[in-house]
């Protein structure tokens, strides 16, 4: 509460803008002052629009005239809807990434509660779960290995301070099983916990895994949640009720009323780094909200990040290694298919088909991994060479047999299957290369007598279709599984028994640094799903560079080695994580535009930069044109974060006086995951 002070309250409200400010407010006239905090919502005038802020902070100083100041409409909340730590998250995260403070605001805030019709306050009638609901725990005896009592007992020694974990531990060694003996700990205590996952499609089974264990109210965060089953969720993470939160990356956001421990599983996705608007780091931020909360961090992966460990190296993370599988599983052998002078049949060699039927003769079931979505990636005239191309894209249309059309699988535009070549009217199209839908076909004409379910974005589309499929290769209706990466990430398929990944040399070659990283990763978690019971596993990986060192590297040394050789080659290059990077991207309609306002931005701002910041570019992008728009980047990189940081504030000051043209977008994104989006 504030005590009455002859200068008039000010109140600093984070709005949605574009500008990276909050703006000052007086309050109501005769509002009672007494009453207002940091963390509620206001109605505000902004321009001709009546629009709902979040109070930031209450000052006794502005540097505009109190005369000059508007007074809120009304306060909406009669206690704050975000605690401090929150608010001190947003303002962290709103500095760091050099984004506008009112749209971090509006990231962490349900859509309902954002809406300028919904100005009630919010009563018992949003939430009706509220219930003073005993959390009780259900620890099966299911037995650890000795790896999983160090760790478990590592991390309950620090469950009352901050302190961040690498949990590295080999696909199937039970890191679920120590985020569970940890929660129970948690929950004893009163507190709550946050679980951070990569993808909407391992909620379901988190939650069945984690109902399984508590009988406690456990709420989920994703997009595909409808905006009120959203408010309920966050309402009852807020006031304490759920004793365990699990979400996708947004859900770094929740407030708790308790808050216990912050886990991140599958660290290493990118799908923790949000690629528009606000591009934070979940991962990174979830460290900052630890730090904020005096609670511990559990980062896991079977394949962590080269920054997570570069941070074990430093000492900054403590880590915890599960070397060995849980109970009897073993780590599947791995085997490289030579393609060179093989006989394909639509991408799949004559000799990956013999360990695919002596896998099915033994019951067991295969797994076809393709990182690559339709039926073929090229649609071509076989009498002038014309290939089927995006209209608004740098891309090749991917033909999608089945729903009989064209897709651009980067703006989404759709065009009808030509009878003829629309340049030299020739009747013979040809359809090369293979993505999911044609592996499913010619698998199903190769083996005839075996059940195939082909699992990606196009057969999962429909609410609760992907948890239906799954269910039925847990019941063993499916004898071979053609999936993308949506099959690769955390699933537990104990009667695989064989996993074949048909494109490895996509990721072989290519201008992102990173590209090699994500391969390894990929393929030791595509492999991870071979082999998790008491069937032991194979791994075969397709490829016309079997003396590539990368592959050798990781089949002969496992995922350590290839880390260790990938830091060694990171120090040389001075790259990440022994730099730091941001990208300044721009597009524009106009084909020149984009190249134009970088080139301007670096003459002028470098003018002001020092030695320690070198500058890449601007250069086109690896797709220049995209959805219509002529896109562009510039690198900065330095090896010191706060220099980058002041270089970004130099880089953004010279951007607001050049004032680019509406037509013209710009994004900021600190620390890219990728370069050649």
């Known amino acids: 509460m504030l005590d009455a002070t002859k200068k008039p309250l000010i109140l600093r409200v984070a709005v949605p803008s574009p500008l990276r400010r909050a703006f000052d407010y007086l309050l109501p006239k005769d509002y009672n002052h007494t009453n207002i905090m940091p963390g509620v919502r206001v109605l505000v005038p902004f321009g001709k629009q009546e629009i709902i802020g979040v109070v930031l902070e209450i000052a006794t100083e502005s540097k505009f005239e109190p005369a000059k100041l508007k007074a809120v409409l009304a306060v909406l909340d009669n206690e704050p809807l975000f605690p401090k730590s929150i608010l001190d998250l947003i303002k962290w995260t709103s500095k760091y990434y050099h984004h506008p403070i009112g749209d971090v605001v509006n990231n962490a805030l349900p859509n309902l509660l954002r809406e300028t019709t919904r100005k009630k306050k919010i009563g018992d009638e949003d939430n009706k779960y509220k219930s003073n609901q005993e959390s009780q725990v259900k620890p099966k005896t299911i037995r650890l290995n000795e790896h999983q009592k160090q760790a478990i007992a590592a991390i309950k020694n620090h469950l ?32 709550q916990a946050l679980v951070l996952v990569p993808e909407i499609n391992l909620t379901p089974q988190t939650i069945a895994r984690f109902a399984e264990c508590f009988a406690t109210v456990i709420v989920v965060f994703h997009s595909r949640l409808t905006p009120k089953e959203r408010l309920h969720s966050w309402l009852m993470a807020k006031d304490g009720i759920a004793s365990i939160i699990i979400g996708t990356r947004s859900a770094i956001f929740t407030p708790l009323k308790n808050p216990g421990i912050i886990i991140i599983d599958e660290e290493h996705d990118l799908s923790f780094k949000q690629q528009s608007g606000l591009r934070y780091s979940a991962r990174n931020l979830a460290i900052i909200r630890g730090k904020l909360e005096n609670i511990p961090v559990v980062l896991g992966s079977a394949t962590p990040c080269l920054e997570s460990i570069y941070n074990v190296k430093r000492k900054r993370y403590i880590e915890l290694t599960l070397p060995e599988r849980a109970g009897p599983a073993i780590h599947p052998s791995f085997h490289l298919v030579d393609m060179r002078n093989q006989k394909l049949k639509h991408g799949i060699a004559e000799n990956l088909l ?11 079931q295969v797994l076809i991994f393709i990182n690559r979505r339709g039926f073929a990636p090229i649609l071509i005239c076989h009498h002038c060479g014309w ?17 009989q059309h064209l897709r651009c699988h980067h703006c989404g535009m759709l065009e009808k299957i030509p009878s003829k070549c629309p340049k030299c009217n020739d009747g013979n199209l040809l359809s090369l290369g293979s993505g999911t839908e044609r592996v499913e076909a010619t698998l199903q004409e190769l083996l005839p007598e075996a059940k195939l379910i082909r699992i990606d974005r196009d057969t999962t589309r429909r609410k609760n279709s992907l948890e239906t499929m799954l269910k039925s290769i847990h019941d063993k209706e499916y004898q071979i599984l053609v999936g993308t990466q949506m099959l690769a990430k955390g699933h537990h398929f104990p009667d695989v028994t064989m996993v074949a990944v048909l494109n490895v040399d996509q990721g072989l070659f290519s201008a992102d640094f990173r590209a090699s990283e994500h ?15 008491e069937k032991p596993g194979e791994v075969y990986l397709q490829t016309h560079n079997p003396q590539h060192p990368l592959l050798l590297n990781l089949i002969n040394g496992g995922y350590t080695s290839f880390v260790n050789n990938c830091l060694e080659e990171r120090q040389t290059a001075q790259l990440p994580p022994y730099s730091y990077l941001a990208l300044l991207h721009a597009e524009s309609k106009e084909q020149t535009a984009a190249l134009k306002f970088l080139t301007q931005v670096r003459t002028s701002a470098e003018k002001s930069l020092t030695d320690a910041i070198k500058i890449f570019g601007p250069i086109p992008a690896v797709m220049e044109r995209k959805a219509g728009h002529f896109r562009a980047q510039l690198l900065l990189q330095s090896q010191n974060r706060e220099t980058l940081q002041q270089a970004l504030d130099i880089l953004l000051e010279t951007i607001d006086k050049l004032k680019p043209k509406h037509s013209l977008r710009w994004f900021l994104d600190v620390d890219p995951v990728e370069l050649s989006g």
Do not use: W
């Not at 991917?398 to 729903?403: A, F, G, M, P």
């Not at 391969?519 to 019971?533: E, H, Y």
């Open 160 to 191: 009352n301070e901050f302190k961040t974990f690498l949990l590295d531990g080999i696909t199937g060694s039970g890191k679920t099983e120590v985020y569970l003996r940890v929660i129970a700990e948690v929950i004893a205590a009163h507190k």
């Open 354 to 364: 013999h360990p695919i039927k002596k896998h099915l003769a033994n019951q067991g």
């Open 387 to 403: 290939v089927a191309g995006c209209k608004h894209c740098d891309a090749r249309l991917t033909l999608h047999q089945k729903k």
């Open 519 to 533: 391969l390894a990763q990929l393929i030791m978690q595509v492999a991870g799903r071979a082999g998790r019971a």
